[in-house]
């Protein structure tokens, strides 16, 4: 679905292959179904992509040939290679931009990065991040198209633990090595539905993620996260917004924050606005650069792509830099 807020909100459109869906989304925001997705950029001062990933980088064109601001949703584009010519051509466009790894303002990440950074803390020595949910071409989601290669251009690891490791960027450091494997139970073609990683950060901490694609419908998606400093364990459970997020010190310290006292700590953290589209909107007003860019999500890119090289060469570790198109 290709969504369109005008800046200021004079007049707006949608567009959707599926033309129930567009007006279903037009009288609920108060825009105006189009026939075209070039009648929507034509007509809108800013443009949101929100199709499948595969359509990406040809709408992210459409808006750089026109000279409309453009937030793309995550990830970038199917794999590495067109992930690197999206970046260049925002870049070179100039155009203000943003990705939709929204995470980077979630209250729960924003405060647990600064527990860690605190100096009270000590050095970070290791993270454990899982997250699971059921593979979302069912429930709730119904996103066919996600058991779809040529659409999503992978599983679970790129298509929704982009987000995590984009996390393991911001909380922990640049990740310097990766080991993975990857499995496929549900018998997709190049749709992946487990990914076990070591990470080995260039800053001496290690780590591991694990994502799964499951069945378990009852079982909402639930993201775990441990971070471990020489004098403080930091904990995200629960909801991976709102919290909580607990920690204990050497000293017997021990605290915990979520909802609302946890949004209220954390919103001056938070680049600009605490909401993405509300910042993306103001960046588009205030014609600066919108966070995070291109730039930011080529780098959980490139570890991805790590992870997917190593799990070809059944787990052997991949040097992260090395990774280029």
């Not at 979630?106 to 950074?117: D, N, Q, V």
């Not at 605190?118 to 071409?137: E, H, L, N, T, Y």
């Amino acid at each position: 679905m290709l969504k369109i807020s005008g800046v200021p909100m004079v007049r707006g459109g949608c567009f959707d292959i599926d033309r129930s869906r567009s007006e279903a989304f037009a009288k609920a925001s108060g825009s105006t179904a189009m026939n075209s997705e070039q009648e929507v950029i034509d007509s809108s001062d800013a443009v949101y992509i929100c199709t499948w990933t595969s359509e990406h980088e040809r709408l992210v064109n459409m808006c750089i040939t026109a000279g409309k601001p453009f937030f793309c949703e995550k990830p970038l584009s199917i794999d590495f290679a067109h992930a690197q010519a999206m970046n260049n051509a925002a870049a070179t466009s100039s155009l203000v931009h943003q990705c939709g790894l929204i995470l980077r303002r979630s209250p729960a990440y924003l405060w647990a990065r600064e527990l860690i950074t605190d100096a009270k803390a000590g050095a970070v020595m290791s993270v454990v991040f899982r997250d699971d949910q059921f593979i979302p071409i069912q429930g709730h989601y119904k996103s066919t198209w996600r058991g779809d290669v040529e659409k999503a251009g992978a599983g679970t690891l790129l298509e929704h633990s982009i987000h995590d490791v984009d996390m393991l960027r911001f909380l922990i450091g640049d990740v310097q090595s990766v080991s993975a494997r990857a499995t496929y139970k549900h018998g997709i073609e190049g749709i992946e539905d487990c990914v076990a990683a070591s990470v080995q950060f260039a800053n001496g901490a290690v780590g591991t993620l694990t994502t799964i694609w499951h069945d378990n419908l009852s079982r909402p998606s639930l993201r775990h996260v441990e971070v471990f400093c020489e004098n403080r364990t930091v904990i995200i459970a629960g909801d991976d917004w709102f919290g909580p997020v607990t920690w204990s010190d050497a000293d017997g310290t021990t605290g915990s924050l979520e909802g609302a006292e946890l949004t209220e700590r954390t919103a001056p953290l938070a680049w600009k606005n605490a909401n993405p589209d509300g910042a993306f909107v103001q960046c588009v007003v205030d014609n600066e650069p919108g966070f995070p860019n291109f730039e930011i999500a080529l780098e959980a890119h490139r570890i991805v792509e790590a992870m997917y090289r190593s799990a070809r060469l059944a787990g052997d570790s991949v040097d992260v830099q090395s990774v280029s198109a």
